[in-house]
């Protein structure tokens, strides 16, 4: 079930014994076999169009959030020794990034401890894969941030335990917004769990989704 209003409830307080301490995103990969980008500990190894390209996007894109993010490496691709290193790399299905770039950010006080977003180019330097954060210069609202323990807030009075609950902060690109996800065990069938999954807007409190996810044990 999809719900886009905002919630009209009374925030029901967590207790002391609930607090939630700051969570943190990373990245996901891209399966390559045997071979190995190279990883860059800087945006000088970037060549200078592509990282000037990258850089102006981000600043059209996120306006002054974009003062907020540090480097932190990535991945560049050389698809000749791609191919030469994992040859069934010319049957993906997708298209390979040049470049896979990494951007944090830190909010403890709403209970970011960090957050890694990332963006991948094509080797001309346009976008392939959007960086993983809402557009925040054409919706500047979005800059305001409630809560993990506000967010907490609403998903218990969404019927989620207070002791059971698991957040997460990350993207919805649905609703092209930074939510709190909270998820909780609904069943499990040895092999086969059933979570209930809750998406609250990190900017204005909204349920954005609620929803049931199934996770398969691997051995």
Known sequence: MKIFAICLFALIPLTASAHLAPVSKGTTSTYMGNYEPVK???LSEIPSPVRDKVLNHLRERLGSFTDRLTFTGGEIV????????????????WEVHAYDLHFAFQMPN?????????????????VLEEIDLPAFASSPEKLNFITLEKAASVAVASGFSRKDIDPK????????????EFEELVSDYGL?????KLYVSAHNGAVLKEFLSEAVRRH
Not at 113 to 123: F, G
Not at 169 to 180: E, G, N, P, Q, S
């Open 40 to 42: 860059p500990r800087s």
């Open 78 to 93: 050389d698809f000749k020794q791609l191919a030469r290193d994992h040859p069934d790399s010319k049957k993906y299905k």
């Open 110 to 126: 709403i209970g970011i401890r960090s957050y890694t977003a990332q963006i991948q180019l094509r080797r001309d330097g346009s």
């Open 169 to 180: 902060i990350t993207y919805f690109k649905a609703a092209d917004a930074l939510v709190w």
């Open 192 to 196: 086969v769990k059933i979570y209930k």
